[in-house]
T-cell receptor
């Protein structure tokens, strides 16, 4: 099983809403990532978790708040987003941080209205 | 500053031909170079990856060629098929001296179209 599952697949939210994106993997991976991808652009790293601890925060605005409740789950809490935050949000995982294969989920298509 | 430069931006190849996508990097600390394939509305899927200790790696119709001195690597898709039509991203990452890595830095992508 090399699957990373993201829910929901699509999300439309207003600028005053609070929502959460969820990511789950059952491969025993200890590193998990959030990436943001705008249309026709490459994915951009947002956060890295290693052994359930935040390892990297790429200067992401505080309206994005990551959470890693356990080794299989990764959440991204959203609050007071802007229309320019509309994008495909991708979760990925790898066995360890040390440059091993990273598997991506199908993403959540987020639209902020 | 773009750390991984990818070319061409778009590529059209006839069915059965060879598709070639090139990437160049600047950071000599990079030591892992994967290629990802992405279809519209889907997440990137790992195709093949290479480390600097080898100059070439082949998996099926996909080959990575790596030139450490030139800081360049390329993806070759042999016998290209219409189903290969997708966006391809090269990427690179590095390992911290204290262990760990800082995620993937992607090239800008190549939109590949295989014409029947």
């Amino acid at each position: 099983d090399t699957e990373v599952t993201q829910t929901p697949k699509h999300l439309v939210m207003g600028m005053t809403n609070k929502k959460s994106l969820k990511c789950e993997q059952h491969m025993g991976h200890r590193a998990m990532y959030w990436y943001k991808q705008k249309a026709k652009k490459p994915p951009e790293l947002m956060f890295v978790y290693s052994y359930e601890k935040l390892s990297i925060n790429e200067s992401v605005p505080s309206r994005f708040s990551p959470e890693c409740p356990n080794s299989s789950l990764l959440n991204l809490h959203l609050h007071a987003l802007q229309p320019e935050d509309s994008a495909l949000y991708l979760c990925a995982s790898s066995q360890e941080l040390e440059n091993t294969e990273a598997f991506f989920g199908q993403g959540t298509r987020l639209t902020v209205v | 500053q773009q750390q991984v430069k990818q070319s061409p931006q778009s590529l059209i190849v006839q069915k059965g031909g060879i598709s070639i996508i090139n990437c160049a990097y600047e950071n000599t600390a990079f030591d892992y170079f994967p290629w990802y394939q992405q279809f519209p509305g889907k997440g990137p899927a790992l195709l093949i990856a290479i480390r600097p200790d080898v100059s070439e790696k082949k998996e099926g119709r996909f080959t990575i060629s790596f030139n450490k001195s030139a800081k360049q690597f390329s993806l070759h898709i042999m016998d290209s098929q219409p189903g290969d039509s997708a966006t391809y991203f090269c990427a690179a990452s590095r390992e911290y001296s204290g262990g760990g890595a800082d995620g993937l830095t992607f090239g800008k992508g190549t939109h590949l179209i295989i014409q029947p």
